[in-house]
């Protein structure tokens, strides 16, 4: 599973006394802690799916948070950010590439966006962008 990885990858940084690293480890670890907690009240239990949706998400406020930094000027912060983001994309798995989604959607009988939106989200979950996917879908 990503999450033993990542927690492997966060002893060694500990090890390596890497403070970047430490970080945002620790960070993807809390977050699928919270996550798992949350699952099991309800009766149920979180796999790689929802591990890759916390890595896309937390990438997403780091994008943000660069964005942010940079137009501000603080450098040093950026290059802190892109060695965070560097180190959680390795733990991505390959999302489907425009060309991908678009192919799978001309093999959908039914091309409305809730149709095409609700067959990727079924069958692509974790593994494509639906973010992608719906700007595909509203410019075909």
């Known amino acids: 599973m990503i999450i033993d990885q990542i927690k492997a990858a ?6 390596q006394r890497n403070d970047a ?11 699928y ?4 907690i949350e699952a099991k009240a309800n009766q149920k239990e ?3 799916v929802e591990m890759t949706a916390i890595l896309m998400k937390v990438g ?3 994008e943000d948070e660069r964005a942010t930094y940079f137009s501000n000027g603080a450098h040093d912060r950026v290059k802190n950010i892109d060695v965070q983001i560097s180190i959680l994309k390795q733990f991505l798995p390959k999302l489907l590439s425009e060309a ?3 192919a799978e959607i001309k093999k959908l009988a039914d091309q ?10 079924t069958n692509f979950a974790g ?3 639906m973010g992608l996917v719906n700007q595909i879908a509203k410019t075909k």
């Open 100 to 102: 991908d989604i678009r």
């Open 60 to 62: 997403k406020e780091l």
């Open 10 to 15: 966060k002893v060694d940084a500990m090890k």
């Open 127 to 129: 593994k494509v962008d």
């Open 21 to 31: 690293a430490k970080g945002i480890l620790s960070l993807l670890a809390d977050r």
């Open 112 to 121: 409305s966006l809730p149709s095409i939106m609700k067959h990727f989200k």
């Open 33 to 36: 802690l919270l996550q798992a």
């Open 46 to 48: 979180i796999g790689d």
